[in-house]
């Protein structure tokens, strides 16, 4: 049996009769799909803002060809290439040039090498030394001699030496006064023998400078010994070893 479910009056009959018709929204959402549709790319993009347009004063741009990029890349590679070596060679260059000599102090021309050895006892300690060149022209001398003694009846009791340097071509005679612990430390003796030269306290290893107009004398103490004798402590010598090297320094090349 077929069943028809209708509705009872007209007006509820005319509403299922009758189509729906879309409300005014649905028509303006309609419409601007159609417009969308069918409107053309260029009513969104105008011809004024297409890239290239004449009115923007920019030429078109034109694609570059796969051969024209591959013959850019070879170019530059080669010009890189070509800088690479350059380089290259001139650190190689670099490298193997010898770097100059550093000015150096030419050695000194030794004229003499001399020692002096002095024992308790040896009054007439005074060693000189002639300083001649190799061709035998005298320049100068050197030495070494007593230059203090405390009093006594017996022996000479020695605290002090005298070392000097005499230059034929300078007018002075560059002179140390070696001084025993005792005569350098007290203050009498000490003012005493600086008036003969600047003093030095004597003192095993201790080495003594004295230069001239055209020489230089290096005195080197290699030993020194005290007497014990209980009355000046480290005052009087027993024994004095001393080197005295004479050169002529050369002018700096």
């Known amino acids: 049996p077929v069943i028809s479910i209708r509705p009872a009056d007209d007006e509820t009959s005319r509403l299922w009769d009758e189509p729906d018709e879309p409300d005014a929204e649905d028509d303006w959402e309609y419409a601007e799909d159609e417009v969308f549709d069918e409107a053309d790319e260029s009513a969104f993009i105008g011809d004024d803002l297409a890239p290239g347009s004449a009115e923007d004063g920019i030429a078109p ?4 060809e796969p051969e024209d990029q591959i013959e850019s890349l070879e170019d530059e590679q080669a ?4 800088v690479s070596r350059t380089l290259a060679a001139r650190q190689a260059a670099t490298e193997e040039r010898p770097a100059p000599p550093p000015r150096q102090e030419a050695d000194a021309e030794v004229l003499g090498a001399f020692e002096a050895e002095y024992h308790f006892g040896d009054d007439d300690f005074d060693c000189a030394f002639t300083i001649e060149t190799p061709d035998g022209e005298f320049l100068g001398e050197c030495g070494i001699g007593i230059s203090d003694i405390l ?4 022996a000479q009791r020695v605290t002090a030496f005298e070392v000097w340097l005499f230059d034929k071509s300078d007018v002075r005679t560059e002179t140390r006064v070696l ?3 005792f005569a350098f ?9 600086s008036a003969k030269g600047d003093l030095v306290p004597a003192e095993t290893g201790a080495v003594i400078l004295l230069e001239t ?3 230089q004398l290096t005195a080197t103490i290699r030993r020194v010994e005290y007497l014990s004798d209980g009355q000046t402590p480290n005052g009087v010598f027993s024994f004095l070893n001393i ?3 004479v050169e002529r320094p050369d002018a700096i090349t």
């Open 185 to 193: 430390n007290d203050e009498d003796t000490n003012a005493r023998l």
């Open 243 to 245: 080197d005295l090297v």
């Open 151 to 154: 009093a006594a009846d017996d």
């Open 61 to 64: 741009i034109q694609a570059r």
């Open 79 to 82: 010009i890189l290439d070509i």
């Open 179 to 181: 001084a025993s612990e």
């Open 213 to 215: 107009l055209s020489l």
